[in-house]
């Protein structure tokens, strides 16, 4: 296994269900081509790959690239349950090129942070994707931040993030002159792009590489056939049968998941380890009215306290000009409410039932009071900001986009902070991989967890 991993092993044994006839590899696509699903019940051809990535978002489509790429002759499929790619955590986050100061050294995260940055801007240059190295601004504007802010600045060189420095109030007027502070590090390696943008050319790139992208696939079951018995010395070529909610059905030897928000539910229906679960925290943002985007240069991020578990509302421009002011983060009440009255009742439960949300909630009473109060009030947001940019008022925003974050929680009430890599025994087991929480930078760190997950399907499934 490679070393820096994190795994969960799961009791995970084979599923029940029946498989309705036999394989064709006449069956496949032209490579490079998406799949035209029949409308429902039996499939009018067996669909049959080497590998099966299921989740259309950005480290779904990194790690099926990176797949193929290192693999040209292994027929892969990327099943996504929308119409339409990247359209979820991938479509609905800041756009930030993070530098990876804020991850504990030595951790997965700080690790495939700096090495992502580092790739993404390689990518984006060789692929002509406009980004900005705006650069960002954490800012201390009380005393009692700056030895926080301190050791953020240590542990940002210890992570090896390029080009840090401590800056006093007439370094920060430079680069920010209508923000106030008292001291600041100075990111110039931070950066913005449109992430979408970034994960199509990556389905784009895997298509062109002979791969098969299967849209409207919600997948429902996975299961082993039934001719390929578990003693059986060789069994059938592909003996994981994958069914979506319409019947349709899609064969394969192995399975990556990458399911974001619905990771654990995709983990539990291969009959793997549930834990951790997924609690989803919406984000809101604000925008700031054209007219006063001349306010903010590059990104101005708080120093973020360690007694909370998120890191704060700060000020972020985006690739078309505006500048979004956010996010906070509030439960959400369905896994992909991204409106504030969004309710799903299986979600809640799950939530409520499975996971160690009621623990989080006690522990973190207070925080979770204000940025609920925050989400409902303006202005109380509003006052936040000005302790950055006084100049800011209520009539200069506007309400903005939302996000929901994949947050997986352990039953003690613990955000799960790093990577997470699941896999499992048995017949089902043994051939998957789950990718169970890949938390912000993930976009940031896409193509470093690609190769991370390429190394390992390759030593695992001895590929």
Same mark, same amino acid.
């Given at each position: 296994m490679v070393p820096a991993l994190r795994y969960i092993r799961g009791a995970c044994g084979p599923a029940l269900g029946g498989f309705p006839g036999g394989f064709s590899s006449a @069956?496949?696509?032209?490579?490079?081509?998406?799949?035209?699903?029949? $409308?429902?019940?039996r499939p009018a051809s067996t669909r049959s790959f080497d590998v099966v990535?299921?989740?259309?978002?950005?480290?779904?489509?990194?790690?099926?690239?990176?797949?193929? =790429?290192?693999?040209?002759?292994?027929? !892969?499929?990327?099943?996504?349950?929308? #119409?339409?790619?990247? !359209?979820?955590?991938? @479509?609905?986050?800041?756009?930030? *090129?993070?530098?990876?100061?804020?991850?504990?050294?030595?951790?997965?995260?700080?690790?495939?942070?700096?090495?992502?940055?580092?790739?993404?801007?390689?990518?984006?240059?060789?692929?002509?994707?406009s980004y900005k190295q705006c650069g960002k601004l954490i800012v201390a504007v009380e005393q009692e931040e700056i030895p926080r802010l301190q050791a953020l600045y240590e542990r940002g060189r210890q992570n090896g993030v390029q080009g840090l420095r401590? *800056?006093?109030?007439?370094?920060?007027?430079?680069?920010? +002159?209508?923000c106030r502070g008292l001291m600041a590090i100075d990111c110039p390696y931070t950066g913005i792009v449109d992430?979408?943008?970034?994960?199509?050319? /990556?389905?784009?790139?895997? $298509?062109?590489?002979?791969?098969?992208? =299967?849209?409207?696939?919600?997948?429902?079951?996975?299961e082993l056939a039934k001719e390929s018995p578990s003693r059986s010395k060789d069994g059938m070529k592909y003996p994981i049968v994958i069914r979506n909610t319409k019947g349709e059905e899609v064969q394969c030897q192995y399975v990556v998941t990458c399911a974001g928000l619905y990771s654990d539910r995709i983990s539990e229906l291969s009959g793997c380890n549930p834990d951790p679960q997924i609690v989803p925290f919406r984000g809101d943002y604000l925008i700031l009215k054209p007219e006063k985007c001349y306010l903010v240069k590059g990104n101005i991020y708080p120093v973020p306290d360690s007694r909370f578990p998120f890191l704060g509302v700060h000020f972020t421009p985006r690739m078309d000009g505006s500048i979004w002011l956010g996010p906070n983060a509030?439960?959400?009440?369905?896994?992909?409410?991204?409106?504030?009255?969004?309710?799903?009742?299986?979600?809640?439960?799950d939530v409520i039932i499975k996971s160690g949300l009621i623990?989080?909630?006690? $522990?973190? /009473?207070?925080?979770?009071?204000?940025?609920?109060? #925050?989400?409902?009030?303006?202005?109380?947001?509003?006052?936040?900001?000005?302790?950055?940019?006084?100049? !800011?008022?209520?009539?200069?925003?506007?309400? @903005? +986009?939302?996000?929901?974050?994949?947050?997986? =929680?352990?039953?003690?009430?613990? =955000? *799960?902070?790093? /990577?997470?890599?699941?896999?499992?025994?048995?017949?089902?087991?043994?051939? *998957?991989?789950?990718?169970?929480?890949? +938390? %912000?930078?993930?976009?940031?760190? %896409?193509?470093?967890?690609?190769?991370? !997950?390429?190394?390992?399907?390759?030593?695992?499934?001895k590929l």
């Open positions: @069956g496949r696509p032209a490579p490079g081509r998406s799949w035209p699903l029949c $409308q429902g019940g990535v299921i989740g259309g978002g950005i480290v779904g489509l990194a790690s099926a690239r990176a797949l193929i =790429l290192r693999h040209p002759a292994l027929s !892969i499929g990327v099943l996504e349950k929308e #119409k339409d790619l990247a !359209i979820h955590q991938t @479509g609905h986050n800041s756009g930030v *090129i993070h530098s990876g100061i804020y991850y504990k050294p030595e951790s997965l995260k700080a690790k495939l942070c700096v090495q992502g940055a580092a790739l993404i801007y390689e990518y984006c240059k060789q692929k002509g994707i401590l *800056i006093q109030q007439e370094d920060i007027k430079k680069k920010e +002159p209508y992430y979408r943008q970034v994960a199509l050319s /990556f389905a784009k790139d895997f $298509q062109e590489a002979g791969g098969f992208v =299967l849209t409207n696939f919600e997948v429902k079951d996975i509030v439960l959400a009440f369905k896994r992909e409410g991204y409106r504030p009255f969004d309710f799903s009742a299986r979600d809640i439960m623990k989080l909630v006690f $522990q973190n /009473f207070s925080y979770g009071v204000n940025e609920m109060y #925050k989400a409902c009030f303006l202005s109380a947001t509003v006052k936040h900001l000005q302790k950055f940019i006084p100049e !800011i008022t209520v009539s200069d925003i506007l309400r @903005g +986009p939302a996000g929901v974050r994949a947050q997986a =929680l352990d039953r003690d009430g613990n =955000l *799960i902070e790093d /990577f997470v890599f699941d896999g499992g025994v048995g017949d089902i087991g043994n051939r *998957i991989l789950h990718v169970r929480n890949a +938390p %912000s930078p993930a976009a940031t760190s %896409s193509l470093a967890i690609s190769g991370m !997950i390429a190394d390992e399907v390759q030593q695992r499934f």
